[in-house]
């Protein structure tokens, strides 16, 4: 197990899921899609916590992966991400394909649009459905992602929630990369890095 605290999510429609943000192939993980065909093992960004179970996801599902072009280097960093945190992790492939702003994800019959978040990381997307939204590392219930690690920018992680998820609906669910699900105007009203915006 890793140190990493980390929500992975799998979304499931009719006899189809998506695996999105494998950070670490568990063996809860590997339950919730065994009676499911994954479709495809999606990052939303490319740093270890949410990307270091890619290789075992892609080995043991043969679904191909995605994540935005601009995160391509960090992917395959993966192990010297490993190195920093002393957790041993195997190198992912490469992407089958990048996804993009304006992109649609199919699940089933759902769609999931693709919104390019940059700042946590170069290459973050959020994918937007139906009343909610997979947030990964870009907005957190009372805050916000972290800017300190290689190809984070403060200024631009602020700009895309101002104009890519503060314009979404106030009932809107978020679901974070870590921690409590939370809404959009819960954190319109109460987030303290977001007042005046």
Do not use: W
């Not at 605290?5 to 998506?18: A, D, K, P, Q, T």
């Not at 395959?76 to 041993?88: A, D, K």
């Not at 999931?112 to 937007?128: C, E, N, Q, S, Y």
């Not at 916000?144 to 190809?151: E, N, Q, V």
């Amino acid at each position: 197990m890793t140190p990493f605290v980390e929500n992975c999510y799998v979304l499931r429609e009719g006899g189809e899921s998506i695996v999105i943000d494998p950070g670490e192939a568990t063996e809860e993980l590997k339950a919730a899609v065994a009676d499911t065909q994954v479709t495809m093992i999606v990052n939303t960004h490319c740093h270890i916590d949410h990307a270091g179970g890619n290789a075992e996801m892609v080995r043991l599902t043969g679904a191909p992966l995605l994540c935005h072009a601009d995160d391509l280097p960090l992917l395959r960093t993966i192990e010297q991400q490993g190195m920093m945190f002393g957790v041993p992790v195997e190198a992912s492939p490469d992407p089958d394909r990048f996804i993009a702003e304006g992109d649609t994800i199919h699940v089933g019959s759902a769609a999931l649009r693709v919104l390019h978040t940059p700042g946590h990381a170069p290459g973050h997307v959020v994918l937007v459905g139906d009343g909610f939204v997979i947030g990964g590392d870009v907005l957190f219930a009372g805050s916000i992602g972290r800017t300190d690690l290689p190809g984070g920018d403060y200024e631009q992680l602020i700009e895309s929630i101002r104009t890519k998820l503060l314009p979404l609906p106030d009932n809107m669910v978020v679901y974070s990369g870590h921690g409590p699900a939370t809404t959009i105007g819960r954190e319109r009203k109460h987030n303290p890095f977001l007042t005046g915006l």
